[in-house]
C-alpha cells in the first residue's frame, strides 16, 4: 500500500504545485526532468528506499505532464473563444439559480479541439425554465472564467468552470423527453429538497436541506455567518461528515461485514455524492469510506496516508484546478489533521481510565471516552484548517471546538432524519409531515447553540491584529516544539502543557490588542468592506461608527462587529449614517444582530424611501435611539468632537447626505460621504474646515468629489479611498491625479485592507 502512496502523493503534490505556484511554461520540461531522472534511477540496483524513491520520480513526471495536458486539453480552447461572441450549442448540467440581474445556468459547451468545457452562461428570467439534460442553441459573448469580483481567481476554474457567456437574443431549448441517467441525481435532489421543504416546518428547513443535500440557499445570510463564526459551517456543506453518518446507518441497517452490505453502501454513497453536486469534499470522503468497506473484502489492511493520497490524485486527474478549491484544500487537511493527531490526543487524555468498572462508572467512562474522542476529532481537524482558514478568510473562531461538541450529535440525528423524511415523503406525506416535526426538534437545537455562541464577543477574530498572528504564530511553534520534544527518552510531556500556554497566551494577546486601543487619543479605522463605506471611530473607551455598507465577501456588519468585538468592544455609542443607500447601510442589520447601537444619527431626508423606512423600523426593533438631522449638530466621544453637518443639496440621496469631522488636540479628519463637488464647494464655504490629517475620500474615488477646491482648502496629509470591485470606474483617474497633486499620500482598502490612523494624546 505504500508504494501507491509513494506515486500518487509527489503526483498529487506536482499537480498542486503547477496549479497554484508553477507558470505554465515550466510543466512540460520540469515533467520531463522527473521522467529522465525516474528513468537514469532504473539502471541502479536497489530495492527498498530506491523503489520508493523511483516511484516518486515518476510521480512527479506523470503530474507535472498530466497538468501540461490537461491546460492544453482545456485552457488553450478556452482563451481562443474568449473575448468574442459565438453561436453554440450545448447541454444544461444543473438548475439554474437567480441572479441580481436574471439568472445564470451551466452548460457543457464544446470547443473546437472536441473538448467539452464548463460554463456559466448569464440571461435573463427565461433561464430558470430550462433543467438538467436541456439542449439549448444560441449566441454569447464569451470570457474566461479566471476572475471573481473583478480580482483574479482560481474558484470557477475549481469547479470545471472555465468560461463565462452573456447570453445575446433568444435561446432555443430542446427538452428530451427523459433526461440522460448522469443528470438523474440532480433531480433526485431537486425532489429531495421539494420534500423537505414541505414536511419540515418553515424554521428548520433551510437548515436540513443543507445537511442532506448541501444547498444552503435557504439559510439567510445572519444565520449561515453564525454558523461561519462558531466553524460548524461544515455541517451545512455536504462533506465528509455526512458521508460517515450515511454509511454508519447503512452498515447498521444492512449488518457489518458482509459483501453484500459493502457494496449497497457504496452505491449508496455514489448516488448521494450525486445528490451532493459531486463536490471534491464529498467525493473524497465516500472514495475513503469504500477503501475502508473494500480492504477487509479482498483481506488487505486499510491505510490512511495511501487512501487520503489516493483519494486527492483521482480527484486532481479528473480536472487539476480542484486542487485550488478552497473546499478541497480544507476537506484534505482537516482528514490529515485527524489522521496525524486525533489518536494520539486521545490516548493522551483516556491512559488514565480504568479498564473494568461497573454500574454509573462504566456509563460515565464510556460518556468520557465518546467527549474526549470527539474532541481530539475536532482539535486534529482545527491544527490543519486553521493555517488555511485564516489565510483565505483572516478569521479564527475560539468557540469552534465547544461548538462542535455541542451540535455534532444533534447533526447527526437531524441529517438521518431529515434524509428518512424526505424519502418517506415521497410514498406517505402526511406520515412524514409528523416525522418533520419530531426531527425537526434537533434542528432547533442546533440552530439555538450556533445563533446564541456566536453573539459571543469573541466567537470569532480577525487576525487583523499583529497581537493576535504573533500568538497564532506562538501557538504553532509550541505546538511542533512539544511534538519533537515528547518523543525523547523518559519524557511525557502531555498536550495540556502547550494548550494551557496557548490560551494564556491568546488573552495577553486579546488584552493588548484592547490596551493598545485604549491608550490612543483616537483610533480611526477605515474598514475594508469592499465597494462601499464603513469608518470605525474609539476614543477613551467610547466607539462609533460612520455607514456600514459594502459590496465584500463578508457582510459588512460583520466586518464591523468582528473589528470591535475582537477589541473588547461590545457596545457603539452612535451610528452615523451619512444617507441611505445601500453601499452605506446594507450591513446596518446584521451589526444590529450582534452588537448593541445606543444612537442612530441619520438625515432627516427622504421620507417617502423604502430604504429608510426599512432600515428605521429595523432599528427601532433592537431599541435603538434615533436622531434624524436637518441642522448642524455635535457629539463627543471619548476625547473626540465629532462635527456632524447637515444635508447642503437636495435631488438624492448623495446630494442629502450628512458630513463630518472628527477632532482632537492634534488630530483631525474629514468624511464627506458621497457629496459631490457643488457640495464640497458649500461646505469649503460654510462649515469652517480646519487643515485635516486625513480625508476619507468622497464617493469612493469618483471624478465628481474630491474637487480641488476642497483639497486647497483642507489640505489633507492623507487621502483614503474605500473602495472595491465596481464597474463605476472608481476610483477615478482624474481623482487619483488631484490628490498626487495635492500631495497627500494615498491609501485604499481594495489594495491594503483595512487602514487605520491613531491620534496620541
Not at 135 to 160: K, P
Not at 245 to 254: E, K
Not at 267 to 279: N, P, S
Not at 301 to 310: K, V
Request: hydrophobic share 45%; aromatic share 8%.
Amino acid at each position: 500500500m505504500r508504494k501507491l502512496a509513494s506515486f500518487a502523493a509527489p503526483c498529487s503534490g506536482a499537480i498542486l504545485l503547477a496549479v497554484l505556484l508553477l507558470p505554465e511554461g515550466w510543466l512540460l520540461p520540469l515533467g520531463i526532468g522527473c521522467l529522465c531522472l525516474g528513468l537514469g534511477l532504473l539502471l541502479r540496483e536497489g530495492k527498498g528506499r530506491m523503489l520508493l524513491v523511483r516511484l516518486s520520480c515518476f510521480g512527479l513526471a506523470a503530474g507535472f505532464l498530466w497538468t501540461a495536458l490537461y491546460q492544453g486539453r482545456t485552457l488553450a480552447p478556452a482563451r481562443q473563444m474568449s473575448g468574442s461572441a459565438h453561436t453554440f450549442t450545448a447541454v444544461v448540467t444543473d438548475w439554474p439559480a437567480a441572479t441580481r440581474y436574471g439568472a445564470s445556468v451551466e452548460i457543457a459547451l464544446p470547443a473546437e479541439n472536441g473538448t467539452v468545457l464548463g460554463a456559466v452562461l448569464y440571461g435573463d428570467e427565461s433561464l430558470l425554465t430550462l433543467r438538467p439534460g436541456d439542449t439549448v442553441r444560441g449566441s454569447a459573448a464569451l470570457e474566461l472564467a479566471h476572475t471573481v469580483g473583478g480580482e483574479e481567481s482560481d474558484t470557477f476554474y475549481a469547479r470545471g468552470i472555465f468560461l463565462t457567456g452573456s447570453l445575446r437574443g433568444a435561446l432555443e431549448v430542446d427538452r428530451p423527453e427523459r433526461a440522460p441517467f448522469r443528470y438523474w441525481p440532480a433531480f433526485w435532489a431537486r425532489h429531495l429538497k421539494e420534500q423537505i421543504a414541505r414536511s419540515f416546518p418553515a424554521d428548520v428547513a433551510g437548515l436540513v436541506s443543507g445537511l442532506v443535500t448541501g444547498d444552503k440557499s435557504g439559510l439567510d445570510d445572519a444565520t449561515y455567518t453564525a454558523f461561519q463564526r462558531t466553524g460548524t459551517a461544515h455541517v451545512v456543506a455536504v462533506s465528509g461528515l455526512h458521508v460517515s453518518f450515511l454509511a454508519g446507518v447503512a452498515l447498521r441497517l444492512l449488518g457489518r461485514g458482509r459483501r453484500r452490505t459493502a457494496v449497497l453502501t457504496i452505491l449508496l454513497m455514489a448516488v448521494f455524492a450525486g445528490i451532493a453536486g459531486y463536490t471534491p469534499s464529498v467525493l473524497r470522503a465516500a472514495f475513503l469510506q469504500t477503501m475502508l468497506l473494500i480492504a477487509p473484502l479482498v483481506e488487505r489492511e486499510g491505510d490512511g496516508p495511501t487512501s487520503l493520497s489516493l483519494a486527492l490524485l483521482l480527484l486532481l486527474l479528473q480536472n487539476p484546478y480542484a486542487g485550488a478549491g478552497i473546499g478541497l484544500q480544507l476537506s484534505f487537511a482537516s482528514v490529515a489533521g485527524i489522521q496525524l493527531c486525533a489518536q494520539r490526543l486521545y490516548e493522551c487524555w483516556t491512559w488514565w481510565l480504568p479498564r473494568r468498572v461497573r454500574g454509573l462508572r462504566r456509563w460515565g467512562k464510556q460518556a468520557f471516552r465518546v467527549l474526549a474522542a470527539s474532541l481530539a476529532t475536532t482539535l486534529g481537524a482545527l491544527l490543519f484548517t486553521t493555517p488555511l482558514l485564516v489565510i483565505y478568510f483572516g478569521e479564527l473562531s475560539l468557540v469552534a471546538p465547544l461548538a462542535n461538541l455541542m451540535v455534532l450529535g444533534a447533526v447527526a440525528v437531524c441529517f438521518a432524519g431529515g434524509l428518512g423524511v424526505a424519502v418517506l415523503g415521497t410514498f406517505a406525506p402526511a406520515l412524514a409531515g409528523f416525522l418533520g416535526e419530531v426531527f425537526a426538534l434537533p434542528g432547533r437545537y442546533v440552530l439555538w447553540v450556533v445563533r446564541g455562541m456566536s453573539r459571543f464577543p469573541l466567537a470569532a477574530v480577525p487576525l487583523d491584529s499583529v497581537y493576535l498572528r504573533g500568538w497564532l504564530i506562538l501557538l504553532y511553534t509550541m505546538l511542533i516544539l512539544w511534538a519533537i520534544l515528547r518523543r525523547g527518552p523518559g519524557r511525557s510531556i502531555r498536550p495540556v502543557i502547550p494548550l494551557c500556554a496557548g490560551v494564556l497566551s491568546l488573552c495577553a494577546a486579546l488584552m493588548c490588542g484592547a490596551a493598545e486601543l485604549r491608550l490612543a487619543g483616537l483610533t480611526l479605522s477605515v474598514l475594508d468592506v469592499g465597494q462601499g463605506q464603513s469608518v470605525a471611530l474609539f476614543s477613551q473607551g467610547r466607539a462609533a461608527l460612520v455607514d456600514c455598507g459594502g459590496s465584500g465577501w463578508d457582510n459588512s456588519g460583520d466586518v464591523a462587529a468582528d473589528y470591535f468585538q475582537s477589541r473588547g468592544v461590545t457596545r457603539l455609542d452612535a451610528l452615523i449614517l451619512t444617507h441611505f443607500h445601500a453601499d452605506h447601510t446594507n450591513g446596518v442589520e446584521q451589526l444590529l444582530e450582534r452588537m448593541e447601537v445606543e444612537l442612530l444619527i441619520a438625515p432627516d431626508v427622504e421620507e417617502e424611501s423604502p430604504e429608510r423606512q426599512a432600515l428605521l423600523s429595523e432599528v427601532e426593533a433592537h431599541g435603538t435611539q434615533v436622531l434624524l438631522l436637518d441642522e448642524n449638530a455635535q457629539l463627543t466621544l471619548g476625547q473626540t468632537d465629532i462635527q456632524i453637518y447637515r444635508p447642503m443639496g437636495d435631488g438624492g440621496g448623495n446630494e442629502e447626505g450628512l458630513s463630518l469631522l472628527a477632532s482632537t488636540d492634534t488630530f483631525d479628519a474629514l468624511l464627506t460621504g458621497d457629496m459631490n463637488t457643488v457640495l464640497e464647494e458649500r461646505l469649503v464655504k460654510y462649515g469652517a474646515l480646519p487643515d485635516v490629517d486625513v480625508l476619507i475620500a468622497g464617493h469612493h474615488g469618483s471624478k465628481y468629489a474630491s474637487s480641488e477646491r476642497l483639497l486647497e482648502a483642507v489640505r489633507p496629509e492623507y487621502a483614503v479611498l474605500s473602495v472595491g470591485y465596481n464597474s463605476y470606474g472608481h476610483p477615478a483617474p482624474e481623482t487619483l491625479a488631484r490628490l498626487e497633486a495635492a500631495g497627500c499620500a494615498i491609501y485604499r482598502t481594495d489594495w491594503m485592507g483595512t487602514i487605520t490612523f491613531r491620534a496620541r494624546e
